[in-house]
């Protein structure tokens, strides 16, 4: 008899106790406090893939090539490493170098005389030329003589006067130095060739 009640004591309060159970789509249920019963979720493992092994000569070939791949990339970038930016103020625009064909003039053939007179032009040009650099040179020549045979008297007459005249005068060319501001330039030091960005903050 005291084990038919005590079971049917057990029977309830289990059944009061799983009066709590709760099942989600999740796949986990708790239960009430009580109970103090909870499960984890369901992880779904699996197990491990095996390793597939490789044959040494496939992972020699892939490195070869990679190694190859990288030479290759090295050598271009050696090759292009000296190479001037381009300016865009000094490139042709794209529409004048369709146009090219319509922008060029037809080039006209020239008589007899009329190249007779360009090449008496270029001669009377070159003749011209060559008279003015020849007095330039003799007027030159003059000034230094006179100056010479000046000096010469002046160091005859007084020497203190004569250094004073072939010294240096320094308020002839005015010009002011302080100093380098920055450090000197490092000797075989390549500076790269790269755009400058502006990071200046703005606030609009």
Known sequence: ML???????????????LSGVTISSQRSFNTSAPAAVSITQTLWAEPLKKK????????????????????????????????????AELEVPRNVRTELRERRRKTQSLTTEQADHRFDLMKAWSRHKHQQHVQHVQMFRRIMDSRERALEELR?????????AIAEDPTLVQFEHR?????PPIAGYDSPDGDYIDTTRTWD
Do not use: F, H, M, W
Request: with cysteine.
């Open 156 to 164: 005859a007459e007084s020497y203190q006067l004569y250094c004073q």
């Open 52 to 87: 597939k092994r490789i044959d040494p000569a496939v992972v020699r070939a892939r490195e070869d090539r990679k190694r190859r791949r990288l030479e290759k990339a090295i050598r271009r970038l050696e090759k292009s490493a000296r190479q001037l930016k381009p300016l």
């Open 3 to 17: 084990q038919q009640l005590s079971s049917a004591a057990i029977d309830v309060r289990l059944s009061q106790a």
């Open 179 to 183: 100093g380098p501001p920055l450090t």
